[in-house]
């Protein structure tokens, strides 16, 4: 069975620098491009970062890029997101998932709240 | 950066109706297009990849078709599972873009 599990979120400070971890079994994370993908409350999704297979190529959002970096333990199954400089337009259920085109598996997602 | 736009926001139907929500694309894409669904609360779930190629298991009602700038995805005998957002999201290049989502409810 395919499991995504986010965990690191909960509620941050403005300016903060949480970072997000995504737990992965069930398929070859060694071989799978993978994504972060963010819905702020009430709204529509935003794709954030993406990663290759061995971390060599990372793609950013513009609204993120310098903030935020994605990053992967392939010993571990492991992909994260670290943030940093938080406003509160990055509050928002954080999705990590499966690919670099169409995105086909994904986690539960992780709420991080920034607070004002 | 590639905008796109889906049409309408939101749709009432009933079960049994045919339904078409389109997304629409600043500029060609191609057929690097997927569509997706999404419940409150849960994750999205990917229906369809390439404008028009169905993702294992999802169901037959469900197609797509398009390319260049313009795409629909369609919901035929619209079954009561089916109520719910739906999102177009774009991958050529290398940044992704989703539409900003369609709700359907039940009129």
């Known amino acids: 069975e395919v499991q995504l599990v986010e965990s690191g979120g909960g509620l941050v400070q403005r300016g903060g620098s949480p970072k997000l971890s995504c737990a992965v079994s069930g398929f070859t994370f060694t071989t799978s491009w993978m994504s972060w993908v963010r819905q702020a409350p009430g709204k529509g999704l935003e794709w954030v970062a993406n990663?290759?297979?061995?971390?060599?190529?990372?793609y950013y959002v513009d609204s993120v890029e310098g903030r935020f970096t994605i990053s992967r333990d392939n010993a571990k199954n492991s992909l994260f997101l670290q943030m940093t400089s938080l406003t509160v337009d990055d509050t928002a259920v954080y999705y990590c998932?499966?690919?670099?085109?169409?995105?086909?598996?994904w986690g539960q997602g992780a709420l991080v709240t920034v607070s004002s | 950066d590639i905008q796109m736009t889906q049409s309408p926001s939101t749709l009432s139907a009933s079960v049994g109706d045919r339904v078409t929500i389109t997304c629409r694309a600043s500029?060609?894409?191609?057929?690097?297009l997927a569509w997706y669904q999404q419940k409150p609360g849960k994750a999205p779930k990917l229906l369809i990849y390439k404008a028009s190629t169905l993702e294992s298991g999802v169901p037959s009602r469900f197609s797509g078709s398009g390319s260049g700038t313009e795409f629909t995805l369609t919901i035929t005998n619209l079954q009561p599972d089916d109520f719910a957002t739906y999102y177009c999201?774009?991958?050529?290049?290398?940044?992704?873009?989703f539409g900003q989502g369609t709700r359907v409810d039940i009129k």
């Open positions: 999201q774009r991958y050529n290049g290398y940044s992704r873009t």
């Open positions: 998932a499966r690919g670099y085109t169409a995105l086909d598996y």
């Open positions: 990663i290759n297979q061995d971390g060599s190529e990372k």
């Open positions: 500029q060609s894409i191609s057929s690097w």
